[in-house]
């Protein structure tokens, strides 16, 4: 950002979490990819199963949540954006993916992939659910 940037009204836009922090989460959602397994196995998804996930995430900037929102439509999900609950400040970026399959190694890999994209476009993926009970998809 430069000083005629400044001066002409662009502001710049703060970092919402450091590559630190990104990693971190990182490690606490593939930690909990397995248990959100166990508990869907509880309620009768199997390894062959395939669901739509629903996921979520928080960035400090409404352009941010924009252009992962555009990113994650690219991929053929579905993704809206706007304010998050906690108000005006944090920005909430959420969807439903195409079919992933409900084994551990599937899941794993999509929860990576999307903590890179959240990490890439400074956005942080805050997890995933989804429901058991959705029609089977082809």
């Known amino acids: 950002m430069g000083f005629f940037d400044n001066v002409f009204g662009k502001k710049e836009i703060d ?4 590559q630190e922090q990104q990693a971190a989460n990182r490690k606490k959602q593939l930690q909990m990819t397995p248990q959100t397994l166990d508990v869907l196995r509880q309620h009768g998804v199997d390894n062959e199963r395939v669901l739509r996930l629903e996921f979520f995430f928080y960035t400090n900037a409404i352009e941010k949540a ?11 999900y579905s993704s809206k954006f706007g304010t998050s609950a906690t108000g005006a400040k944090e920005f909430i970026v959420t969807g439903l993916s195409t079919p992933v399959k409900m084994d551990e ?6 929860t990576a992939l999307m903590c890179d994209l959240g990490s890439n ?18």
């Open 121 to 138: 476009h400074d956005c942080e993926f805050d997890g995933w659910g989804t429901d058991p009970t959705q029609e089977q998809s082809k």
């Open 66 to 76: 924009a252009k992962l929102s555009d990113k994650l439509t690219s991929l053929g």
């Open 105 to 110: 190694a599937s899941a794993l890999e999509w």
């Open 15 to 18: 970092q919402y979490r450091t």
